[in-house]
């Protein structure tokens, strides 16, 4: 089981670091746009 997860995790790991990025950006605009109206 550790050593599948270990083999699924180093395959998809360049994928993983785009997905992890895609993540904070859009957690990113929904604070920005949940603030946005606060400030106007």
């Known amino acids: 089981m550790k050593t599948d ?3 699924v995790f180093l395959r ?3 994928t993983l670091v ?3 990025t895609g993540l904070a ?3 990113a ?3 920005v ?3 946005l109206p606060g400030m106007i």
């Open 29 to 31: 605009m929904l604070i």
């Open 5 to 7: 997860l270990k083999s």
């Open 18 to 20: 785009g997905d992890v």
């Open 33 to 35: 746009g949940l603030h």
């Open 25 to 27: 950006a859009l957690v």
């Open 12 to 14: 998809a790991r360049h």
